[in-house]
């Protein structure tokens, strides 16, 4: 399964096996470095600090999972953005992303917009996370952009035409 920590003979293997220098795998380096896709949460929590997580492992973890589930009524939605600059990198963010979605015209904090992909394939997310008030106004305001949504996809006469993606996560400010 995916790791969580890693060992100063993990940080050596993957030191040599991608030629990250020490310094690259001590910082923590987020994104694409030395030309690798490292998985984040968030600016910082990179997965499996001490030796990281390339966007092949999750991938192929993803792809076991599936093959193993295969009698169950499965989708797994990955959401893959740049949020740091690449660093020692000859490639792009863009090249090493070749698969998925173009989400560039994905609506920061917002309760419903539409994507339509060059495939043909129709999506209407709702992903409002950030919030001013407190937590208890917070679970009321949130589940109503997330019903409204599942309202929407029930409603759909023809639901085979589009894709309805309800991000459940939330976040405020402390006060």
């Keep these: 399964m995916l790791r969580q920590v890693g060992t100063s003979m993990q940080i050596e293997t993957v030191q040599k096996k991608?030629?990250?220098?020490?310094?690259?795998?001590?910082?923590?380096?987020n994104g694409l470095v030395a030309n690798v896709l490292y998985m984040y949460h968030g600016k910082h929590y990179r997965i499996d600090p001490a030796a990281g997580l390339p966007l092949a492992a999750v991938i192929d973890e993803i792809e076991m999972w599936m093959s193993a589930h295969t009698a169950a009524a499965a989708a797994i939605t990955v959401q893959i953005k740049q949020d740091?600059?690449?660093?020692?990198?000859?490639?792009?963010?863009?090249?090493?992303?070749?698969?998925?979605?173009?989400?560039?015209?994905?609506?920061?904090?917002?309760?419903?917009?539409?994507?339509?992909t060059p495939s043909g394939v129709h999506l209407v997310i709702q992903d409002e996370y950030s919030f001013d008030e407190g937590l208890s106004v917070i679970i009321v305001d949130k589940w109503d952009v997330v019903d409204g949504l599942l309202n929407a996809a029930f409603s759909d006469p023809d639901p085979t035409t589009c894709q309805y993606l309800n991000f459940a996560s939330a976040t405020t400010s402390l006060k």
């Design 84 to 116: 740091a600059p690449p660093s020692g990198s000859v490639i792009s963010f863009a090249t090493a992303v070749t698969i998925g979605i173009d989400v560039t015209a994905w609506g920061d904090n917002n309760p419903n917009f539409d994507i339509y």
């Design 18 to 29: 991608e030629g990250l220098t020490i310094e690259q795998v001590e910082k923590k380096e």
